[in-house]
Nanobody
Framework: QVQLVESGGGLVQAGGSLRLSCAASGNIFSINVMGWYRQAPGKQRDVVAT???????NYADSVKGRFTISGDNAKNTVYLQLNSLKPEDTAVYYC??????????????WGQGTQVTVSS
């Protein structure tokens, strides 16, 4: 089994910053992609940013220039730096990983979610 453990959410004023972390552990041979998704109340879960093991990144248009994703392959960890936060960034943020397991193939995994609340 594989576990993703997130940390770093919280309450911040508009214009502020937060840093989210997500560490993967367990039956891992390699991780091809890690990323962050978010889900606001009453809305679907949408991608925020992703990073490949080679370091290629992609961002949702709504966060480009404000959020930065980075990773540490040796630690199976991904980070999301959130700057210039806006109230519309309020959501539960979920860590995601596409993991090649040491045994029994590859699969998608999700963290439990961490709440980010931005006050105006």
């Amino acid at each position: 089994q594989v576990q993703l453990v997130e940390s770093g959410g919280g309450l911040v004023q508009a214009g502020g910053s937060l840093r989210l972390s997500c560490a993967a552990s367990g039956n891992i041979f390699s991780i091809n992609v890690m990323g962050w998704y978010r889900q606001a109340p009453g809305k679907q879960r949408d991608v925020v940013a992703t990073i490949t093991s080679g370091g290629s990144t992609n961002y949702a248009d709504s966060v480009k220039g404000r959020f930065t994703i980075s990773g540490d392959n040796a630690k199976n960890t991904v980070y999301l730096q959130l700057n210039s936060l806006k109230p519309e960034d309020t959501a539960v943020y979920y860590c995601y990983a596409y993991v090649r397991r040491a045994i029994s193939g590859s699969a998608n995994y999700w963290g439990q979610g961490t709440q980010v609340t931005v006050s105006s």
